[in-house]
């Protein structure tokens, strides 16, 4: 037995041995951290042997340290949110900056001051606020276009005024335009709700104007019930807008002028009109991606014609509520117009289907290419053609991939053209339709740049207005803000000084608005140098 004994306890002292050297030959394994792999798509770190690990603390915490995040540098941004009209302070109205990479957002206080950290960037700024909107015209005049792909509720980046924030800004003051509400129904000749119609706000320039927070675009629940914002004191057009009726619009005499934070209700009806869909065509058959709608109507002794709807992805639409003959065609953007084809409408005619080609592949009557000043070519830039003529109109297209511009079914005689690209500047010709082979040459752009009196560190507001230049030895005025509108910038001025780049050369005369008042300048912009201005901007809290 005690032999037994002695060989069960030598066994066992056998195999802890055993054990133990084991694990004293899998501890450098265990411990080598150099031959750890980082699990896929890992950031980069560095990594530490077991000797750095275990006798070297310092290098562990600055290991640590690397793996922290850096904190990221902020930046202040404040102003006041005023009423645009009487300049009084908007209490509990809501900040917003946005960009690619993130948004902020802040409340006013009482006295309309607001205070937003944010990182370095370059943002869109607006506001919003109780019975107080902040609105902006479409760059696109509405001419017929589609209204059924516009998104209530849906901020319009576009139309918001941009700045370059790098460094703390005092004073970026906003103004809001007071604002009503009007609340209604719509319903069919039956009295019966329309469910799914679009409701927007249209301008008498014939411009959708846009709130930049969307609440100018509503569509009807249904019940045909809707609500839409509306500044207050001035005439507006309602348009309403369904795939089974005629298109509607309705004018101030339905709603009269509204004051700030009035709710008005109306009852709004649509008819079943006249509705012409179908698709437009090149003379090879292939759609017509981008052009323009045109209805041909008597003018004196001659035709004219009159934008009534989009061309999109070789699309049409177009509505009349009321009976009548209609002659239609498609102008494309690359192609010359199609042929005409008349309808004879009645309440309740649908035509569908309906084929607008272009019968032939005719050279254009004015054409031509646009080049940087360097001598490259331009695309997507935006080129309108201006008839001098009493029958003429205004054309507005976008350069190709090569440059190329061109306008078809131009009257004989006097044409300008302009054509405008936000970094390359702007250019003009005055020609004798038909022409051919017209290379324009944009002017290139500037730097405006100066001193500020009475302001060290501050924001102003700058827009381009008008551009003067010399067609046939006489000066002629281009309205910017007209041809190609646009919102503007908010420009630092940081220890009294300012800069302004990308701005057209041209003799410019600008906007420049700060503390709610507005002034013009008049600046010579040469291409590729700077500009110096003095601006007489009052500090203190005149606002």
């Known amino acids: 037995m005690i032999k037994s004994g002695a060989v069960k306890i030598s066994l066992c002292l056998a195999a802890g041995i055993v054990a133990v050297l084991l694990v004293i030959a899998l501890l450098p394994t265990a411990w080598d951290f150099s031959n750890q792999r980082e699990p896929p798509n890992s950031p980069s770190i560095r990594k530490v042997n077991a000797d750095q690990f275990l006798s070297k603390r310092g290098k562990l915490r600055r290991l640590e340290a690397q793996l922290k995040p850096r904190r990221e540098k902020r930046v202040e941004i404040s102003g006041t949110v005023m009423e645009r009209t009487s300049h009084t302070p908007i209490p509990d109205a809501t900040v917003y900056l946005a960009s690619p990479d993130g948004s902020y957002r802040s409340t006013t206080d009482q006295s309309g001051r607001y205070v937003i950290s944010v990182a370095p960037d370059d943002y869109r700024i607006w506001a919003t606020a109780s019975h107080h909107t902040q609105y902006g015209n479409s760059p696109v005049q509405f001419a017929g276009r589609n209204l059924f792909n516009e998104v209530p509720s849906k901020v319009r980046l576009e139309l918001i005024p941009r700045i370059a924030v790098r460094s703390d800004r005092d004073r970026v003051d906003l103004?809001?335009?007071?604002?009503?509400?009007?609340?209604?129904?719509?319903?069919?000749?039956?009295?019966?709700?329309?469910?799914?119609?679009?409701?927007?706000?249209?301008?008498?320039?014939?411009?959708?104007?846009?709130?930049?927070?969307?609440?100018?675009?509503?569509?009807?629940?249904?019940?045909?019930?809707?609500?839409?914002?509306?500044?207050?004191?001035r005439n507006l057009h309602l348009l309403v807008e369904h795939p089974e009726f005629a298109r509607a619009s309705y004018g101030p005499s339905r709603y009269r002028h509204l004051v700030k934070g009035e709710l008005h209700t109306v009852e709004l009806t649509l008819v079943d009109g006249c509705i012409i869909t179908g698709k437009a065509i090149d003379h090879l058959g292939r759609p017509i991606e981008r052009g323009v709608l045109q209805e041909v109507v008597q003018v004196g002794s001659s035709h004219g014609q009159i934008a009534v709807g989009a061309i999109e992805g070789g699309r049409f639409r177009y509505t009349k509520a009321h009976k009548g003959v209609v002659r239609l065609r498609a102008l494309p953007q690359y192609a010359p117009p199609t042929e005409v084809l008349e309808f004879t409408c009645q309440d309740g005619d649908r035509y569908d289907n309906v084929v607008l080609s272009v019968a032939t592949a005719n050279s254009a009557d004015v054409e031509g290419r646009l080049f940087s000043v360097d001598g490259r070519l331009v695309p997507e830039a935006t080129v309108v053609g201006v008839s001098k003529q009493e029958t003429g109109s205004v054309q507005q297209i976008t350069t190709d991939a090569e440059g190329r511009w061109l306008f078809w079914d131009v009257p004989e005689g006097q044409f300008i053209v302009v054509a405008q690209d936000d970094l390359l500047g702007i250019a003009v010709e005055e020609l004798r339709a038909p022409a051919w082979g017209v290379d324009l040459v944009l002017s290139g752009t500037g730097t405006v740049s100066g001193t500020t009196e009475h302001l060290d560190s501050d924001v102003f507001f700058f827009a381009p207005l008008n551009c003067r230049v010399t067609i046939d030895n006489k000066i002629v005025p281009l309205g910017l803000d007209a041809l190609f509108p646009r919102q503007g910038r908010y420009i630092e001025i940081d220890s009294g000084r300012f800069r302004i780049d990308h701005v057209p050369a041209c003799e410019l005369t600008a906007g420049v608005s700060h503390q709610g008042r507005l002034q013009q300048i008049e600046i010579d912009v040469r291409p590729g140098q700077s500009t110096a201005v003095s601006l007489s901007l009052e500090g203190g809290d005149g606002r």
Do not use: M, N
């Not at 007071?178 to 319903?187: D, E, F, H, P, Y």
């Not at 014939?206 to 839409?228: C, M, N, P, Q, S």
């Open 175 to 233: 103004r809001l335009s007071a604002s009503a509400t009007i609340k209604g129904t719509v319903r069919d000749v039956d009295h019966q709700p329309v469910s799914g119609a679009v409701i927007a706000i249209k301008t008498g320039g014939d411009k959708l104007l846009r709130a930049l927070d969307g609440r100018d675009i509503a569509r009807t629940d249904r019940r045909g019930r809707f609500a839409v914002t509306v500044p207050a004191e």
